[in-house]
T-cell receptor, first 109, second 113 residues
Framework: GQNIDQPTEMTATEGAIVQINCTYQ??????LFWYQQHAGEAPTFLSY??LDGLEEKGRFSSFLSRSKGYSYLLLKELQMKDSASYLC??????????WGAGTKLIIKP | IAGITQAPTSQILAAGRRMTLRCTQD?????MYWYRQDLGLGLRLIHY???????GKGEVPDGYSVSRANTDDFPLTLASAVPSQTSVYFC????????????FGPGTRLTVL
């Protein structure tokens, strides 16, 4: 079957760095997406990786290793507004997104 | 309208009733999707449409139907609601049905009693 694993919850301190990991097993691979979702709101797009390596976008970076079925989202200089759930999703061979359950990130002052 | 809108925002429904959730986008995207989100689970695809006039089944289609009469609208119908359909429903769209970024509407919170 298809499976996306990510930690349920993480806690970090304002101003620090946090890495959220995602491992996947899917039938085919057409890219990996990270979304941010604040409580009670819709998911919003953060990043897309289809080739191995690091993609940097401001305070957020995303890494992919296709051979290991592994990705991480790196958040730097954490701010209180970064408190949210972070969703990892893989696009399978049918171009359908398979979603992880999300990682709830709690930022403490 | 900018982006994707959904209606209603929330609804409480008696079991056995028929309900249509509405979704409209103004981005001229070809592909549209319906997901449900339940606590502790990832988003699950209910139905999708890669272009007007076509629809397909996702991971959890039972009890739901969709239509795509034009590019902008993609309503989701629950013919006879059951309590297990209590969930938050998100509509999304993307430029194509391929590896394009999906953009989400604000969601509909549905409670079936």
């Amino acid at each position: 079957g298809q499976n996306i694993d990510q930690p349920t919850e993480m806690t970090a301190t304002e101003g620090a760095i946090v890495q959220i990991n995602c491992t996947y097993q899917t039938s085919g691979f057409n890219g990996l997406f990270w979304y941010q979702q604040h409580a009670g709101e819709a998911p919003t797009f953060l990043s897309y990786n289809v080739l191995d390596g690091l993609e940097e976008k401001g305070r957020f970076s995303s890494f992919l290793s296709r051979s290991k079925g592994y990705s991480y989202l790196l958040l730097k200089e954490l701010q209180m507004k970064d408190s949210a759930s972070y969703l990892c999703a893989v696009m399978d061979s049918n171009y359908q997104l398979i979603w992880g359950a999300g990682t709830k990130l709690i930022i403490k002052p | 309208i900018a982006g994707i809108t959904q209606a209603p925002t929330s609804q409480i429904l008696a079991a056995g009733r028929r309900m249509t959730l509405r979704c409209t986008q103004d981005m001229r995207h070809n592909a549209m999707y319906w997901y449900r989100q339940d606590l502790g689970l990832g988003l699950r695809l209910i139905h999708y449409s890669n272009t007007a006039g076509t629809t397909g089944k996702g991971e959890v289609p039972d009890g739901y139907s969709v239509s795509r009469a034009n590019t902008d609208d993609f309503p989701l119908t629950l013919a006879s609601a059951v309590p297990s359909q209590t969930s938050v429903y998100f509509c999304a769209s993307s430029g194509t049905g391929g590896a394009d970024t999906q953009y989400f509407g604000p969601g509909t919170r549905l409670t079936v009693l």
